[in-house]
């Protein structure tokens, strides 16, 4: 099965994203057009494909272990504060541990991530962490297989250093999952941070947790976007030719797509 999108109106189009506009997009993935692989921001390099992982009509596709890629090699200022933003739909709900997007340290076992099915129940959402050092779970955030989820996490350094509180909160399709309060917030520098998919982190090159899934967009902010930053954000690839994609949450929400069976 692959997504299309309806047109959006005229007025959906002139929504002012102007918060967003103004936050710091460091990693941006649409895995379309001319140069799939390519960082849309410059930030990191090129993704990297291992075992069967493939860009296909617009998404990149992981279909289990050994299926993952990676975006190594960040250049850009101190990453704290930040979120995380994924456009995914999974393919089996029976793969678990893997990450629909994660911020990996390349030299150290360092990472936050949109992690799926790695706690108990085993079909949620969560913000997964080296040794769960930040990770809760979240009140709600059922996976569902074969439909589109927008999954987004903030993360907010309370006392804006390393090592202290941080307010994280999920939402799924731009409804929050809840929030929880954690310590040993961290940090990723230029030339030690990459963003994963399909993995949930690596040890080396070898890769640990797995999705079968198809991600159809990322992407890694250099702040805490807001509620009201999470509820305008759009999805303006196009997974198909004909057809223009954008994914208002909190406006159009999944009235805006439809299921096509492939010919």
Not at 110 to 117: E, K, P, Q, S
Not at 232 to 261: D, H, Y
Request: net charge negative; charged share 15%; no cysteine.
């Amino acid at each position: 099965m692959k997504f299309t999108y309806l047109k959006a109106t005229v007025l959906l189009v002139a929504v002012s994203l102007s918060h967003i506009a103004n936050a710091s997009l460091i990693g941006h993935w649409t895995f379309e057009g001319n140069q799939p692989l390519v960082d849309q921001t410059g930030h990191f390099g090129n993704v990297e494909l291992f075992g069967n992982a493939n860009i296909n009509n617009g998404y990149l596709d992981v279909n289990g272990n050994g299926d993952w890629a990676r975006s190594s090699n960040y250049q850009g200022n101190t990453i704290l504060d930040k979120t995380l933003v994924s456009w995914v739909s999974l393919e089996s709900l029976n793969i678990r541990s893997g990450s629909a997007l994660s911020l990996d340290g390349m030299t150290n076992d360092n990472f936050d991530g949109i992690i799926y099915g790695e706690r108990a129940p085993y079909n949620q959402w969560i913000n997964g962490s080296s040794y769960w050092s930040r990770t809760g779970d979240f009140t709600t955030g059922t996976a569902v297989q074969n439909a589109l989820q927008a999954l987004v996490i903030t993360y907010d350094d309370l006392d804006d250093i390393i090592g202290g509180s941080m307010r994280i909160e999920g939402f799924l399709n731009g409804i929050s999952l809840g929030s929880y309060t954690s310590s040993n917030s961290s940090n990723w520098q230029s030339g030690n941070a990459e963003a994963l998919f399909g993995a949930r982190h690596t040890i080396g090159n070898s890769p640990l947790g797995a999705l079968d899934a198809k991600i159809y967009e990322a992407r890694i902010y250099n702040t805490a976007l807001s509620i009201a930053d999470v509820q305008q954000l759009q999805m303006t690839s196009v997974p198909e030719p004909s057809t223009l994609a954008i994914f208002a949450l909190g406006i159009m929400g999944l009235a805006s797509r439809r299921f096509k069976k492939n010919a």
